[in-house]
């Protein structure tokens, strides 16, 4: 039965419908002034907006503007609108927010027609990109209905700042730079191409990016990883969609769907990117710096690296680099073969002195030990646990594997591991082009360019002879090659020979052929003090390098980094420029928070150092760098000095040429392992084949400036000592002549 209104009923009921809904306007304007004057919690600043409280990595940068890698919380690294393929901005509009450009921040058009879609069964959102870029910005997605209803009146309002403030470009912008697109902690568009497709977001084809603009709103379940199929359903959706504004024709789009994904998957971790080791040690001083400087955001709140988006410009060359990584890859895994077959067959147990005890201290400090024992596992459940298989990840020269072995093997295994570290620098500027710190810093991370130190043995043989040419000796002089008691210093010491030239030879053969009987003449002659001053003030910090005469041999410890440094002074004119990797530090914003400034002194005169590079080239063209000649085809004006400590535990060289300075390590975390033969264990043959390769490599690329045909510069003032060995004899000869007539 239909019961008909009279007109006072109708305007009843109109007047009810009316004070409804000017009650729930008045409401929703009532809660709009309340959130924002703030009653709801703050709302975000105008300086909030401009800097946005979201994690940002922190770029390392090399001196060719490559960026290194990056320290992150979430992998996240900005863009500008320029760097962005027009296919991203077209899909994310299209398929997210199709009146963006029409709107101030909220489309009130679709916000009322989202009841009548999900009524109909068309789930939809009512969020526009500016409200989600409020939201990504500023908070986490609440799960209690009424925090939501907040939250989305603060999205609003924060919204209308954004657009009033920013353009459409910029918003787009901050939006694509502040998206999930993942469970592999990939933040922003920019890791989202290098993550997915290894390229950059410039580059994005309309497939790819109708792909990452489709994970925005369900990045798990429309992952290409883990469920490729709902990734490409929802790829073709957004493609759909923006053939549906005009973005591309319907035969593109039918083109694109035929498509694989095509992924390049690329997770990236701490790990990834170029010199790792020298990103964990810059990393160190960089926090150093910022304390040690006071260096602080507003309201005196410290710096995260992890967070604060920093970008570090470093002296680092990224070709340099990776030819420094390249060359160590190419040679020590030939050298771990031949490691390898040198000990096959043999008794580790006998053939190695404490063999057990290092086995001992190995298992003591893994992780696996220190879980067991914190775990509350007894010392024979712990051997036990040691002698049970197990599966493990190792590494070796020819990629990692997975395998089972016994916790204890894997420990030989990895105390039988040769290691290897290398720094080349700029002798001029101090400037270090290429560091690798060890060989391979997932599975070894100890810097041994930096942090670790070593017995340098022969290679501090340049130190002695250059006091002694400081103080008038030629390399001409001539001296008997017989053995020599030095005292006054303690116990007399005597050094042994090993290789030893009989007869009379020049100094600079001496140094060439690293005879130990002639560098302890010298030391006898210009005695220990001195030689230690010049080494310190060459750059070389070691505690253990006292006033006495077996310094001149090399029995103190040092890092690859203080003696590449030192030898640089003797390529630079006498001049020790500090090592030096960091140059500046800036904001998010680029404003500079720290410039470096390098230490520089006059270690020696800058005819002694000339008159050395004259020394080190003989180690090249007639001592024991030879096959820099003869295997390897260097040519050109090159000086060095290989090194080799007792028992073959450590090999050096250290490269020296005019703009250039490279110093190579390599031997295994115990001294106690080595090669057993010197023809083998030498510096010539572990060390100084890497830097052969590095070299070749460096001079093939004419673009990085590193010149063949370039000699040392002799002083301006002209060489006051004699060079030429054949004038030298002639001059002691009347010398000589004079003294006689003299005497006579």
């Keep these: 039965m239909i019961v008909k209104l009279s007109p006072q009923d109708t305007r009843r009921y109109n007047w009810y419908i009316w004070r409804f809904i000017i009650a729930c306007f008045s409401f929703v304007v009532i809660m709009l002034l309340l959130t924002a004057f703030g009653i709801f919690g703050q709302l975000p600043s105008f300086r909030d907006l401009e800097n946005p409280k979201s994690n940002l990595a922190s770029q390392v940068i090399s001196s060719d503007k490559q960026i290194l890698g990056t320290y992150f919380v979430q992998n996240r690294t900005n863009v500008t609108y320029k760097e962005i393929s027009p296919y991203v901005i077209n899909a994310l509009v299209a398929t997210e927010d199709s009146r963006f450009y029409d709107h101030s921040g909220i489309d009130f058009n679709r916000t009322f027609t989202i009841i009548f879609y999900n009524l109909i069964g068309k789930k939809q959102g009512g969020s526009t990109i500016t409200q989600q870029l409020a939201l990504n910005l500023f908070s986490e997605r609440a799960h209690n209905p009424f925090k939501r209803i907040i939250q989305k009146l603060q999205e609003w309002i924060t919204a209308v700042k954004i657009e009033r403030h920013y353009t459409k470009e910029e918003i787009i912008t901050m939006y694509l730079n502040t998206v999930d697109f993942g469970a592999y902690n990939v933040f922003g568009i920019k890791s989202a191409a290098l993550t997915y497709f290894n390229t950059t977001p410039d580059k994005l084809t309309p497939d790819q990016a109708a792909l990452l603009v489709g994970m925005v709103n369900g990045p798990g379940i429309y992952s290409p990883i883990n469920h490729p199929d709902n990734a490409i359903n929802r790829r073709n959706l957004v493609l759909r969609r923006m053939a549906q504004m005009g973005y591309l024709s319907d035969g593109q789009v039918e083109e694109f769907k035929q498509k694989p994904l095509g992924l390049t998957f690329h997770p990236i971790n701490h790990n990834e990117g170029s010199a790792p080791y020298f990103r964990a040690i810059l990393k160190k001083e960089i926090q150093k710096i910022l304390v040690d400087k006071s260096i602080f955001k507003e309201g005196d709140v410290p710096y995260d690296l992890d967070r604060d988006g920093l970008k570090i410009y470093t002296t680092i060359d990224a070709t340099m680099q990776r030819y420094a990584e390249e060359a160590q890859k190419e040679y020590m895994r030939n050298l771990q073969a031949q490691f390898n077959e040198h000990w096959k067959g043999r008794s580790l147990w006998k053939g190695i002195n404490n063999f057990q005890l290092l086995l001992r201290q190995g298992m003591q400090r893994s992780d696996r030990y220190k879980a067991l024992k914190l775990a509350g596992k007894t010392d024979e459940e712990i051997k036990e646990d040691f002698n049970t298989p197990a599966k493990m990840n190792l590494f070796t020269w020819k990629g990692d594997i997975d395998t089972t072995m016994k916790p204890i093997d894997s420990i030989v295994y990895h105390k039988m591991m040769l290691r290897n570290a290398m720094m080349s620098m700029d002798p001029t500027t101090g400037y270090i082009k290429a560091w690798v710190g060890g060989t391979n810093f997932e599975h070894?991370?100890?810097?041994?360019?930096?942090?670790?130190?070593?017995?340098?043995?022969?290679?501090?043989?340049?130190?002695?002879?250059?006091?002694?040419?400081?103080?008038?000796?030629?390399?001409?002089?001539?001296?008997?090659?017989?053995?020599?008691?030095?005292?006054?210093?303690?116990?007399?010491?005597?050094?042994?020979?090993?290789?030893?030239?009989?007869?009379?030879?020049?100094?600079?053969?001496?140094?060439?052929?690293?005879q130990n009987y002639i560098t302890a003449y010298v030391m006898n002659e210009v005695k220990p003090q001195p030689v230690m001053d010049l080494i310190k003030k060459m750059g070389v910090n070691s505690p253990d390098i006292g006033p006495y005469p077996s310094i001149c041999l090399g029995t103190f410890n040092a890092s690859v980094y203080d003696m590449t440094g030192a030898y640089s002074a003797f390529a630079n004119h006498g001049v020790w420029t500090e090592p030096t990797f960091l140059l500046r530090i800036e904001d998010k914003n680029g404003n500079v928070l720290y410039d470096h400034h390098a230490n520089v002194r006059q270690a020696l005169n800058e005819q002694t150092a000339y008159v050395m590079t004259y020394m080190l080239k003989g180690v090249v063209d007639e001592g024991t760098g030879w096959r820099l000649r003869s295997k390897y085809k260097l040519t050109n004006p090159i000086g060095g000095k290989t090194g080799t400590t007792q028992s073959n535990s450590d090999g050096w060289f250290i490269g020296v040429t005019p703009q250039l300075v490279t110093g190579v390590w390599t031997g295994c975390e115990d001294r106690d392992i080595h090669f057993r033969s010197t023809n083998l264990g030498e510096g010539a043959n572990t060390a100084l084949p890497i830097f052969a390769l590095y070299m070749q490599k460096v001079y093939a690329n004419q673009a990085l400036g590193i010149k063949k045909n370039v000699d040392f510069d002799p002083p301006k003032s002209g060489v006051g000592i004699t060079l030429d060995c054949n004038a030298y004899h002639q001059q002691q000869q009347q010398n000589t002549e004079v003294e006689d007539k003299l005497e006579f």
Excluded: H
Aim: aromatic share 10%; with cysteine.
């Design 444 to 514: 070894f991370k100890y810097d041994q360019v930096r942090m670790g130190t070593r017995q340098v043995g022969s290679t501090a043989k340049p130190f002695t002879y250059a006091v002694a040419v400081e103080a008038g000796f030629s390399p001409c002089m001539e001296v008997a090659n017989v053995p020599v008691t030095i005292t006054g210093y303690g116990e007399p010491w005597t050094p042994r020979s090993t290789g030893t030239i009989p007869g009379v030879l020049t100094l600079r053969k001496a140094m060439a052929n690293s």
